[in-house]
């Protein structure tokens, strides 16, 4: 398929992805462990990336997942701070590999219009 060029958000109409995690007022406690597991690690780098281009990366909202390239290679990272709990990665990962838990204390997102 040949990629889907879209235009830079202009800040007025439309913005990027952390400037709209922002806007969910998400907070999470700094300390606490990562509420997105993976049912297996190696399961990002060794399956989704090469017959999928690891599309977490893109299908997630809030930018939650990145394939990060260092000198030893594509490793897979998961920021789950900007985490706003729409449970997209859980349906949507092909592999079903990651499960999505309740944070503790009842942290997240916080839409104040709503």
């Not at 007025?12 to 990562?34: M, Y």
């Not at 260092?70 to 092909?94: M, S």
Request: with cysteine; glycine share 6%.
């Amino acid at each position: 398929f040949k990629p889907i060029d879209y235009p830079k958000p202009d800040g007025v109409i439309s913005f990027d992805r952390l400037t709209n995690v922002a806007f969910s007022f998400t907070n999470h406690e700094e300390s606490q462990p990562c509420h997105l597991k993976l049912k297996d690690p190696t399961v990002p780098i060794r399956v989704n990336l090469p017959d999928y281009a690891e599309p977490a990366q893109r299908y997630c909202p809030a930018g939650v997942y990145e394939v990060v390239e260092d000198e030893a290679g594509p490793r897979f990272q998961i920021n789950f701070q900007n985490c706003v709990h729409c449970k997209t990665c859980d349906i949507k990962d092909p592999s079903q590999n990651i499960n999505w838990t309740t944070p503790q204390g009842g942290d997240g997102p916080n839409y104040p219009n709503m």
